[in-house]
């Protein structure tokens, strides 16, 4: 049985920075392709980046230059930083996993495992 679980979620000003981190068990770490989506309230889930490895990886177009995302699959974690932040990036932030690919997909029906989400909160 393969379990995700995201930590890192909380209260930022906007213009700061917070880093949300990502395991997932069950299964070897390293054959994970992870992903991170979120979802505001009222809109729908969307993804933020995908890696497969530090040179695969996909960003969302509102992701880039901001957001980072990177893995350790000695530690078991992939981490997604966040710096500049808006209040438009106020939302739960999803975990995903799943071992049917190989390369970063950003459509959620390609992730079979999914965390419980966090939340971030960006004020103004």
């Known amino acids: 049985q393969v379990t995700v679980v995201e930590s890192g979620g909380g209260l930022v000003q906007a213009g700061g920075s917070l880093r949300l981190s990502c395991t997932a068990s069950?299964?070897?770490?390293?054959?994970?392709?992870l992903g991170w989506f979120r979802q505001a309230p009222g809109k729908e889930r969307e993804c933020v980046g995908s890696?497969?490895?530090?040179?695969?990886?996909y960003y969302a177009d509102f992701a880039k230059g901001r957001f980072t995302i990177s893995r350790n699959n000695v530690e078991n974690l992939v981490y997604l930083e966040m710096n500049n932040l808006k209040p438009e990036d106020t939302a739960i932030y999803y975990c995903?996993?799943?071992?049917?690919?190989?390369?970063?997909?950003?459509?959620?029906?390609?992730?079979?495992?999914w965390g419980q989400g966090t939340q971030v909160t960006v004020s103004a």
């Open positions: 890696i497969w490895n530090y040179r695969n990886t």
């Open positions: 069950g299964r070897a770490f390293g054959i994970f392709l």
């Open positions: 995903a996993a799943t071992l049917r690919h190989t390369s970063p997909r950003a459509n959620e029906i390609d992730y079979d495992f």
